[in-house]
């Protein structure tokens, strides 16, 4: 989903510019779902007493 499989090599610099910026998503992509799975994002109680 970053990118990394959808790239045909033409040039070494921009194959380093695509991968370094995939890298970067990729990076982003997995901290942000440990950060969710840590329990960053829980729901919260309902204040309704039934």
Known sequence: EAGLASYQVRDYTAW???ITLAMLAHAYLSAT??????????????????
């Open 33 to 50: 779902r440990a950060s969710a799975e840590k329990g960053g994002l829980q729901p919260q109680p309902s204040s309704s007493s039934r």
């Open 16 to 18: 380093y510019r695509h």
